[in-house]
């Protein structure tokens, strides 16, 4: 059974800094595509980051230069920094990987912005 459970976040004000970190169980990070999207309150989810199996990334236009996507192949573990952080980037950040054709999730973690 494939788990992947979200950790840190919280709430920090504009400018500053925080990280999420991604845990999974039942499946291999590192031959797969992992990335995050989010979801703001009223706001469609969105891709804010991904990692591929050869560790080419790609960032939403909005994070770029303030969020850095890595991976722990050790740990199986995916992590994305936030630094400088906006109020518009207050959402509940998910973490997801990509496997054969099919998108498994973890359940959230949110990230509250004040300004």
């Known amino acids: 059974q494939v788990q992947l459970v979200e950790s840190g976040g919280g709430l920090v004000q504009a400018g500053g800094s925080l990280s999420v970190s991604c845990a999974a169980s039942g499946i291999i990070f590192s031959i797969n595509a992992v990335g995050w999207f989010r979801q703001g309150p009223g706001k469609q989810r969105e891709l804010v980051a991904s990692?591929?199996?050869?560790?080419?990334?790609n960032y939403a236009d909005s994070v770029k230069g303030r969020f850095t996507i890595s991976r722990d192949n050790a740990k199986n573990t995916v992590h994305m920094q936030m630094n400088s952080l906006k109020p518009d980037d207050t959402a509940v950040y998910y973490c997801?990987?990509?496997?054969?054709?099919?998108?498994?999730w973890g359940r959230g973690i949110k990230v509250t912005v004040s300004s």
């Open positions: 990692l591929t199996s050869v560790g080419s990334t």
């Open positions: 997801y990987c990509s496997s054969h054709g099919y998108d498994y």
